[in-house]
C-alpha cells in the first residue's frame, strides 16, 4: 500500500489559518495554544511539535515595532496624561498579543515540519 501524496503547502498560509502544516485542511488546535495531538484529515503526528518560546518573541517583536512609533506619536500629537497612556497601550498589546500569538505558533509549527522537525512517518 502506498502512501497518499501530500502537495507542499505554504508554511505561512497553513500556520496563519491554523491548519495542518501537511494536508492544509485538519485544525492545528484543540485549544487556544494546545496542539491537536495528531490531524483528523492526513494523521499527521504533531505531538512531537515544540515551538518553543519562537512565537512569543516574535510577536513581542511585532507589537513592538507596531505599538511604539503610534505611541511616539499620540504623545506628540495629543499629548494625553500617562494614565491614559497606561490604559491605552496595555490594552492595545495585550488585545494585539492574544490575537498574534495563536497564528504565530501556527506559522512556527508548520516550518518546523517544512524543514523536518515533525516527523511525518515516512
Same mark, same amino acid.
Not at 501524496?5 to 501537511?22: D, E, N, V
Given at each position: 500500500?502506498?502512501?497518499?501524496?501530500? %502537495? $507542499?503547502? &505554504? %508554511?505561512?498560509?497553513?500556520?496563519? +489559518?491554523?491548519?495542518? $502544516?501537511?494536508? #492544509?485542511?485538519?485544525?492545528?488546535? &484543540?485549544?487556544?495554544?494546545?496542539?491537536?495531538? !495528531?490531524?483528523?484529515?492526513?494523521?499527521?503526528?504533531?505531538?512531537?511539535?515544540?515551538?518553543?518560546?519562537?512565537?512569543?518573541?516574535?510577536?513581542?517583536?511585532?507589537?513592538?515595532?507596531?505599538?511604539? %512609533?503610534?505611541?511616539?506619536?499620540?504623545?506628540?500629537?495629543?499629548?494625553? $496624561?500617562?494614565?491614559?497612556?497606561?490604559?491605552?497601550?496595555?490594552?492595545?498589546?495585550? #488585545? @494585539? +498579543?492574544?490575537?498574534?500569538?495563536? %497564528?504565530?505558533?501556527?506559522?512556527?509549527?508548520?516550518? !518546523?515540519?517544512?524543514?523536518? #522537525?515533525? &516527523?511525518? @512517518? &515516512?
Amino acid at each position: 500500500m502506498t502512501d497518499p501524496f501530500y %502537495p $507542499p503547502q &505554504s %508554511p505561512i498560509a497553513t500556520g496563519l +489559518a491554523c491548519r495542518c $502544516p501537511r494536508c #492544509g485542511q485538519g485544525r492545528l488546535f &484543540s485549544g487556544y495554544l494546545e496542539l491537536v495531538a !495528531q490531524c483528523d484529515i492526513c494523521g499527521l503526528n504533531l505531538r512531537d511539535s515544540d515551538s518553543g518560546d519562537g512565537p512569543a518573541v516574535f510577536v513581542i517583536f511585532a507589537l513592538g515595532f507596531i505599538v511604539v %512609533p503610534i505611541a511616539l506619536w499620540v504623545e506628540a500629537r495629543f499629548q494625553p $496624561p500617562l494614565w491614559l497612556h497606561a490604559v491605552l497601550w496595555s490594552c492595545v498589546i495585550l #488585545g @494585539g +498579543a492574544l490575537a498574534l500569538l495563536r %497564528p504565530f505558533k501556527g506559522v512556527m509549527v508548520a516550518l !518546523q515540519y517544512k524543514h523536518r #522537525g515533525i &516527523s511525518d @512517518g &515516512s
